[in-house]
């Protein structure tokens, strides 16, 4: 009986030691300007237990010691360590020191991102919690709408058809990096955003650098660069299961684990999501599936490995064609009308649709030489299958044969029914994919090094390797037993099945070697940089139908391109700083500007680089409570070559291409934004946009193509002096946030967009005798967006509900246009913005 009552009191002494020896922590981790860091990432040091701030920086975290040492860590600012005990637990406000060093963690550092009154350029950050408030039912790209600069819309309102401009310069010439690797097209620099539609699941932080930007990498930005940066591996052991539905059958869910940093160095985070619904658009269905890996290993004190993958399968129906105001008006789904989709054996069919998976993965190697010395290498491979739909035919107008009125879906059947009857002559009408299949092979290494306390030397190397696979193939023969074509010299007048290729099939090989230098000084009030960097890009193109085997394939052309930027930042006392930068640089004419004609003969092997001219000058002020930015820049952009789709006006008409060479144009504005922390629990936000973009010069001789990449015609443009569309040259934003409790908060914001001019319609403006004026101006419009979050325990599990509601008003407007004949509302072709839509979400964390 003794023996068991002194195991008793052991048992008793080790158990009371155990619940004495445990210390419940809390704190909140602010930045410098004390604005909350959510999902900021806490741990015990030399353990793997930790957790992660919440959406107002707050945390709790239980120890197994009575006193120890807390790593704290949020991306693009520095590591903190906090030490606590047993009678010091509530740590109150840490607050972190912006510094791009730590995201050697994360991306390669040939993009970095900027540093708040140091970096010499306009700069704004997008957090992790601001994207999961802001974003409901829109695309990526239009969380950054309330940016300086931005006009971000959903062009024809298909899932991931969004569009993106910046001071003016659409995808092209707006440099866009994940993890520090450009994901622009290689032959013709536009961003897809339907192949990132999952980047808003795993994204830590978005930054967006307006003009020359900090980017080292050889990618000239003329607009400016995105950085976005994913997760990295969470350093803490747990997850989060998050589910999402809103207006039209929108539905979302997903889930993410962690392991958590283990004993061995290996950690190891997975996030999965479906996503499907009816699209605010008529007959824009959608459906897709995000996935993301991250694996690391910590080798040593001097060596981390890191494997990234992730992507976003999807496939959707579009609207591709614009519609008069009057069409829209008299549609019995008003602004929803889409001409492009119809029925077919009682089956909603797409006639325009988009189909695409973009896979990208990369291991990231990190080599600490030394305390002064580092190494990062990313390794990379991007893969990308899949294409758009359309029709082909003798007889597309079949396509405008509807089910009643001219506002009703196309009826497919009728066409279904007159191929059948066609037999042995083949279908009038098919449906097709345009697709471009293509994989990219890519090396980014950079080294840094401290030549002094207030020098650092960047270098680097950017290798990379594209193939594109252009051709088109037979989706549906609606009825018909086969497609006849000739376009193939090598398999002439073949009667093709579905599947089969058609109309073009030929390969472009672009080759990219790049190097890029940079010195860093920072001292006393000065920080400053010089960067130069230069590329050779080489095109070649081989062809599988113009040409007979072993004649198909053009020599290797070579252009070189190379800039050089400099920037420095004056703080002239802890409140007020003033920055300038300036820039010129020669980025090489695009793959279409050499093969100009669609062929292997006609080939520019001259083509002119594109010369770009920049220069801005900023100021910053940064106070308790309020903070703000006012920059003026100019930008002269001389050569620039793109192309420009001329869409049909009537669904089933043929689409023509102009090859748009020598284009001369000119971006000025003036830029504000500021943040106002009224008191803790309410703070307000803004920004005005004042741009004038215009052309500035006439072309001649411009070749225009049609659907088979043949030249049907050569027309001028007398286009100086006219506004540059596609894009509000005017913009203006108020955010208001409230915090009602700690985990309850309200967010509104309200956008102002005017000055956009419609695009040009080419075939219009060819050849016009007299000087043409400027082109339809849209009508202005406001929107206001709100967002309502809430948190509270379910068990032991964190909870966090988010109501949004974007265009809260159901506000009517025109996000796009192309300009009619008469340069006037009445025969501008336009899309319509999104009305009211809105979300709810849940999003438990373990």
């Not at 002194?6 to 909140?28: C, P, R, S």
Request: glycine residues 10%.
């Amino acid at each position: 009986m003794r023996n068991f009552k002194n195991l008793l009191l052991v048992a008793l002494f080790f158990a009371t030691a155990t619940v004495f020896g445990q210390t419940k922590l809390t704190g909140k981790v602010v930045d410098q300007s004390n604005d909350p860091l959510p999902s900021a990432s806490i741990v015990v040091k030399g353990t793997t237990n930790g957790t992660s701030t919440d959406f107002d920086g707050n945390f709790t975290i239980t120890a197994s010691a009575n006193s120890g040492v807390l790593v704290i860590s949020f991306v693009g600012y520095e590591t903190k360590e906090v030490s606590f005990s047993a009678s010091n637990t509530n740590l109150g406000s840490i607050v972190l020191s912006e510094d791009s060093s730590i995201l050697d963690e994360i991306i390669v550092t040939a993009t970095s991102f900027a540093i708040d009154r140091k970096t010499p350029v306009a700069v704004s950050t997008i957090k992790a919690a601001d994207i999961e408030r802001k974003l409901g039912t829109q695309e990526f790209p239009e969380i950054l709408k309330s940016t300086p600069g931005v006009y971000a819309t959903k062009t024809g309102g298909g899932f991931g058809d969004s569009r993106i401009t910046l001071r003016g310069f659409n995808s092209e010439n707006v440099a866009v990096l994940i993890n520090g690797v450009p994901v622009n097209d290689m032959e013709n620099g536009r961003v897809y955003w339907s192949n990132w539609a999952g980047l808003s699941d795993v994204t830590s932080a978005m930054q967006v650098q307006r003009g020359l930007g900090a980017s080292k990498v050889a990618v000239p930005s003329i607009g400016g660069t995105i950085n976005i940066v994913t997760k990295s591996t969470d350093t803490y052991k747990g997850g989060s299961i998050s589910m999402t539905h809103g207006n039209d059958g929108f539905k979302k869910i997903g889930a993410t684990i962690s392991t958590g940093l283990m004993d061995n160095g290996f950690a190891a985070t997975i996030s999965l999501a479906k996503i499907d619904g009816e699209g605010y658009v008529d007959g824009t269905q959608f459906s897709g599936y995000n996935y993301f890996v991250n694996f690391s290993r910590q080798l040593n004190d001097n060596h981390k490995l890191s494997f990234t993958a992730f992507g976003a399968p999807q496939r959707h129906g579009q609207r591709q064609n614009r519609s008069t105001i009057e069409t829209y008006r008299n549609a019995e789904s008003g602004n929803r009308f889409n001409p492009d989709w119809g029925y077919k054996n009682g089956q909603v069919t797409h006639i325009e649709d988009n189909f695409y998976h973009k896979s990208q993965s990369s291991l990231n190697h990190y080599w600490t030489i030394s305390d002064d010395t580092s190494l990062s290498t990313a390794m990379y491979v991007s893969f990308g299958t899949g294409g758009g739909g359309g029709t082909a035919g003798t007889n597309r107008g079949l396509f405008n044969v509807r089910l009643g009125g001219d506002d009703q879906p196309v009826n497919l059947d009728n066409i279904v029914s007159i191929n059948n009857a066609n037999g042995a002559l083949g279908s009038e009408a098919i449906l097709r994919a345009s697709r471009n299949d293509h994989s990219w092979y890519g090396i980014l290494s950079t080294f840094k090094t401290k030549i002094s306390s207030s020098l650092d030397l960047v270098a680097g190397i950017d290798l990379r390797s594209y193939t594109g696979k252009h051709f088109r193939t037979v989706t549906d023969l609606l009825g018909g037993q086969y497609f006849l074509d000739n376009s193939d010299i090598n398999n002439p007048n073949a009667a093709l099945k579905v599947g089969d290729k058609f109309s073009y099939n030929n390969d472009g090989e672009v080759g990219w070697q790049g190097f890029f230098g940079q010195l860093e000084y920072d001292q006393d009030k000065i920080s400053a940089f010089v960067s130069v960097s230069g590329s050779n890009t080489s095109y070649k193109r081989i062809d599988y139908f113009q040409y007979a085997p072993g004649n198909n394939a053009t020599a290797k052309y070579n252009f070189f391109g190379y800039g050089v930027k400099g920037g420095l930042n004056y703080r002239m006392d802890d409140v007020h700083n003033v920055f300038a930068n300036v820039g010129y640089f020669e980025k090489a004419a695009n793959f279409g500007a050499v093969f100009q004609s669609f062929d292997n003969e006609h080939i520019n092997a001259d083509a002119e680089n594109q010369k770009i001219f920049s220069v801005e000058l900023g100021y910053g002020i940064r106070s308790e409570k309020f903070r703000a930015n006012v920059n003026v820049y100019r930008t002269e952009w001389n050569d620039r070559t793109f192309t420009r789709s001329i869409r049909a006006t009537t669904p089933g008409a043929e689409d023509f291409t102009a090859n748009l060479l020598g284009v001369n144009a000119l971006h000025q504005g003036l830029e504000f934004d500021f943040t106002y922390r009224y008191s803790d629990n309410l703070t307000f936000t803004g920004m005005a946009s004042l741009g004038n973009y215009k052309w500035d010069n006439d072309l001649d001789n411009v070749p225009i193509f049609d659907e088979n990449q043949n030249q049907v015609d050569t027309i001028s443009l007398p286009v100086k002096g006219l506004r540059v569309s596609d894009a509000a040259q005017t913009t203006a934003a108020l955010g208001l946030f409230y915090k009602f409790w700690d985990k309850t908060s309200f967010t509104l914001d309200y956008n102002y967009f005017g000055d956009m001019y419609a695009q040009i319609d080419i075939l219009n403006y060819a050849n016009a005798s007299s000087r043409p004026t400027n082109t339809w101006k849209a009508p202005d419009y406001h929107i206001f967006d709100a967002s309502l979050r809430h948190g509270i325990k379910i068990g032991n599990f964190d909870t966090t509900f988010t109501a949004r509601v974007n265009n809260l008003f159901n506000t009517e407007y025109i996000s796009d246009a192309l300009n009619g004949s008469s340069s006037t509302a009445t025969d501008a072709l336009v899309w319509y913005g999104a009305g009211r839509t809105f979300s709810l979400s849940a999003k438990i964390k373990f």
